[in-house]
């Protein structure tokens, strides 16, 4: 394993030499000229050469917006004793890439793309993720071969998400501590050996049942990393402005291969066989491996390091419990995930409800299920779209009206057994599922302190989808007793509930900016019991 990574130093800034509050301005109009040499000016080199104290320095980082929720990022720090930005003085490497207005928001529906890295880390998930969703439908086909019990699909889908789950807390230390880069390598490699295995078992046809319930299982164990290092990986690759852009073309890319994964396997199963999808899958992910390996590391978000991480005995116990303390603290997230909470539980269920709809109320084969599963990813590649050329910072209003719309059209599908107008409510259910997940997951990370933001977004992946295996049962269940219809009901109308109480919560309080925010967790000392 690779060493702990280490702040990304070039150089210390000189002796501070205190100028007047007048030639701030100076300082700031001069930065493009100075960017263009070496980089985006850091804001730790602004305080260093003001001279202000801490307390000074928090409003002018927040001012420039050089550095992620500084405010919040400076207050966890000195209640673990750790160094200030302020105190630290350190200047990130010098990047040879353009040099990005930071003062601004990212204008244009593909803004991010513009940034090198979050390019290649985007082209590559495009083909991997691709290849993710042509096995997810060959699997959850070839399951329902070789069993015909609707229950042997929940429990894949339950071994395949426990594991986030369970481990969700331990990991997110992992993901704060380590390089993300590199755990994404590794990550990447162990799903494309175990999809490997899987492609081996089916196309010597000593596949069983059992063999796909242990390979579920330990790509679940992968995913339990996997998922919150992309996720904390993102606000890595591009400045705090560009973040609701990247997230969303992040949501753009994983429908696009919604759409493309399902069709294409739809056709390759009747063509070639359920092997070879799984074969296709395993090259894939040397996309996203190359990718990862061609980043300039340089042009990479400096992530300052929490004191907490080289803590040890109890103080280590209580760094794990950081991310949930801190969901806790800040109101605003925390209505944020009483939402994902039962949307990730309840409403996130296609894997099992989508091929059930197709053979058990469509009454059709893989080629219906392909293209129920590419309508899903059309209405959320639109959501995604949408939300991207949008911009800004998602508002309460948002998240509690596509959580509505999301629980109200999914259960509008158990009412209908047409073909064509299935499609089109998972199609309009799409739109709001993808608009609902990016704007939490804009919110989550633009609330949370760089540092802390592994864990806290490990909280998020297993409250999101590590959730899901509780779903996965219950729904298998329900269309195994009920019928398919009716797990649609009990799948939607539980988030239209949770919108309305969220909709209560948020009654007197305004959408969160990036002042309140920091507000609502003033409190580091609640952070460090």
């Not at 702990?4 to 100028?19: C, F, G, K, L, M």
């Not at 070639?272 to 799984?278: D, K």
């Not at 195994?480 to 219809?485: A, I, K, W």
Request: hydrophobic share 50%; aromatic share 6%.
């Amino acid at each position: 394993m690779a060493s702990p990574t280490q702040d990304r130093t070039a150089s210390v800034t000189p002796e501070p030499q205190r100028i007047a509050g007048s030639d701030v301005g100076d300082m700031v109009s001069n930065a493009p000229s100075t960017a263009e040499a070496t980089g985006p000016l850091p804001a730790a080199a602004v305080v260093s050469a003001i001279g202000e104290t801490p307390a000074e320095s928090v409003e002018t980082i927040e001012a420039l917006q050089t550095v992620e929720t500084g405010g919040v990022a400076e207050e966890i720090a000195a209640s673990r004793g750790a160094p200030t930005a302020a105190r630290r003085n350190v200047i990130p490497a010098a990047s040879s890439s353009p040099a990005i207005d930071k003062s601004k928001a990212a204008q244009g529906t593909f803004a991010a793309l513009g940034i090198r890295n979050y390019r290649l880390f985007w082209l590559g998930q495009v083909v991997s993720v691709t290849g993710t969703f042509m096995q997810g439908t060959a699997q959850q086909w070839l399951v329902l071969t070789l069993s015909k019990n609707p229950l042997a699909l929940g429990i894949v889908g339950a071994l395949q998400f426990a594991p986030l789950l369970l481990l969700g807390p331990f990991v997110g230390i992992v993901v704060d501590r380590w390089p993300r880069r590199t755990l994404l390598v590794i990550t990447q490699t162990s799903a494309s050996i175990l999809a490997v295995a899987l492609w081996l078992l089916t196309v010597t046809h000593e596949v069983r049942l059992w063999h796909v319930f242990v390979l579920a299982a330990l790509l679940g164990l992968v995913n339990a990393l996997d998922m919150p290092t992309r996720q904390a990986f993102i606000s890595e690759m591009v400045p705090t402005n560009y973040l609701l852009n990247a997230v969303s073309l992040n949501s753009v890319q994983f429908n696009v291969a919604r759409i493309l994964g399902p069709a294409v396997a739809g056709a390759l199963i009747a063509l070639l066989g359920v092997p070879t999808l799984f074969l296709l899958n395993a090259i894939s992910f040397i996309a996203v491996i190359i990718g990862l390996l061609m980043m300039r590391e340089a042009e990479l978000v400096p992530i300052p390091r929490s004191a907490s991480m080289d803590a040890h005995g109890l103080r280590r116990l209580r760094a794990i419990g950081d991310g949930a303390r801190f969901i806790w603290n800040t109101p605003s997230v925390r209505v944020t995930f009483l939402l994902l909470t039962v949307v990730g539980t309840l409403g996130f269920n296609f894997n099992v409800s989508l091929p059930l709809e197709a053979t058990g109320v469509l009454h059709a084969g893989p080629t219906v299920f392909g293209l129920l599963s590419s309508a899903l990813g059309v209405g959320a590649l639109v959501g995604a779209l949408a939300l991207a050329r949008r911009g800004g910072a998602p508002t309460n209003r948002m998240l509690i009206g596509t959580t509505l719309a999301f629980g109200g059209l999914e259960a509008a599908i158990g009412l209908t057994h047409a073909l064509p107008l299935v499609m089109l409510l998972i199609a309009a259910t799409g739109c709001g599922m993808s608009m609902f997940s990016a704007s939490a997951n804009t919110r989550t990370q633009l609330s949370t302190p760089a540092e802390m933001r592994g864990r806290v977004m490990s909280v998020y992946s297993m409250i999101f989808m590590g959730s899901t295996p509780i779903g996965n049962l219950l729904v298998s269940v329900v269309a195994s007793t009920g019928g398919v219809p009716l797990s649609f009901l009990v799948m939607g109308v539980p988030c239209v509930a949770a919108g309305l109480v969220a909709a209560w919560l948020w009654r007197a309080q305004p959408t969160p900016t990036r002042e309140n925010v920091h507000q609502g967790v003033a409190q580091p000392h609640a952070l460090a019991k």
